[in-house]
């Protein structure tokens, strides 16, 4: 029994690092060798969702499931699921979202790859086009791909996270040819504002190439024509609180600062949060006096409440997200972000495993119960 857990985790381990592997074999091969480049970054994908599958349970990576032999798995001798499974079997058994952004993004890297492997690639022929091209593109899927590996399957690569750091690093230096591709790409950016489009930089590559589409009160929404991201710019805010420790006010709600601008004090999340709970003691007009005031995001999953309402929307000092709604959720009484129809009818964030895990018992006493009875009824219908 021991030895079969401990192979079950070094083959977790051998595949991550594998798909490691492939992410910088994929960066160095950028510049010199494009098609490679893109096959390698594809492999990395796959594996990458494989092991989360893997994670779970060790026959979801197998194509078949209820085909899995542990002893086969061990030599290594099995078909394993491909792109379109993971990302089915994803959301379906792991019940986790995955932004349709990110997925759309793997299929189209993958088509491409599909594309190399299989035929003589046209549309290469241009060599300058060519590398900033294919450094955009894949820059566009590394930045799906890191932001699930370091977001919502941060638990699960943890172990893995300085790796995944300096390969994050690497492929944000090839920043050079980002400019490439916007020199190249200019005449059609300009004709698109003729045209009336309106254009802003991009918060990824932050070349001024990101054309707008739907606003909202809490954001933009863009497509960036240099590297392809498809992305929120989510509403300013200019709110600013005077820091901890030398009282001066800075402006808080933005990623990336972690220290005070005035005196270098850490500003960590839990600093934010603290100075938060101080300055913003209510929630909006729905909140009833005495009520809990300060919500659980959804979206970054941070253990503790970090969702206030600040300047007339509801905002997260962790992953800097905002206008969401937030309710208590009538199942399981926590007060939380999220989409409203989806707490409503189903579950939120924090209560979502142990609803999934309810509906999967009733289902299976439903199915062995009728069974054993031998009765002809249906079984009562389990609605979701
Ligand atoms: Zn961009
Ligand atoms: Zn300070
Ligand atoms: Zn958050
Ligand atoms: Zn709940």
Request: hydrophobic share 35%; charged share 25%; net charge negative.
């Amino acid at each position: 029994m021991k030895q079969e857990r401990r192979t079950k985790e070094e083959l977790f381990d051998a595949l991550v690092r594998n798909a490691l592997g492939f992410v910088n074999s994929s960066i160095d091969h950028l510049q010199t060798k494009p098609k490679n480049a893109i096959v390698d970054l594809y492999t990395a994908v796959e594996l990458f969702l494989k092991a989360r599958l893997m994670k779970e349970h060790w026959t979801l990576m197998l194509s078949k499931p209820e085909t899995g032999d542990l002893q086969n798995l061990a030599v290594g001798d099995f078909l394993s699921v491909y792109l379109d499974d993971a990302l089915n079997r994803i959301p379906s058994i792991l019940g986790e979202k995955i932004d349709k952004n990110a997925s759309d993004n793997f299929k189209a890297l993958g088509e491409h790859r599909n594309q190399i492997v299989h035929f003589a690639h046209s549309g290469m022929d241009n060599p300058s086009k060519t590398q900033a091209g294919v450094i955009a593109e894949a820059w566009a899927s590394w930045h799906y791909l890191h932001a699930l590996l370091t977001g919502l399957w941060e638990g699960v690569f943890q172990p893995y996270a300085v790796e995944l750091q300096v390969l994050n690093q690497r492929m944000m230096r090839q920043g050079e040819f980002i400019k490439t591709r916007f020199e190249i790409l200019k005449p059609q950016i300009e004709i698109q504002e003729k045209k009336g489009k309106k254009i802003v930089p991009c918060g990824h590559c932050h070349m001024p190439a990101a054309i707008v589409g739907e606003t909202h009160s809490w954001g933009t929404d863009y497509t960036c024509m240099v590297c392809g991201v498809d992305d929120t710019a989510v509403e300013e805010c200019n709110a600013e609180l005077p820091c901890p420790t030398c009282n001066a006010p800075f402006k808080f709600f933005q990623k990336g600062l972690n220290a005070c601008p005035s005196c270098g004090h850490d500003i960590t999340t839990d600093v934010l949060t603290n100075l938060c709970a101080k300055h913003f003691t209510q929630g909006d007009e729905w909140c009833e006096e005495g009520q809990e005031h300060i919500a659980s995001c959804h979206k970054c999953e941070h253990p503790e409440p970090s969702v206030f309402f600040i300047d007339g929307m509801w905002s997260c000092v962790s992953c800097f997200d905002r206008g969401w709604g937030a309710v208590t959720c009538e199942r399981c009484d926590e007060f939380v972000t999220g989409d409203m129809e989806r707490i409503q009818y189903f579950a939120c964030h924090k209560c979502e495993p142990l609803v999934r895990e309810q509906m999967l018992r009733m289902v299976e006493t439903n199915e062995s119960g009728s069974r054993a009875e031998g009765s002809e009824e249906p079984a009562p219908i389990v609605q979701e």
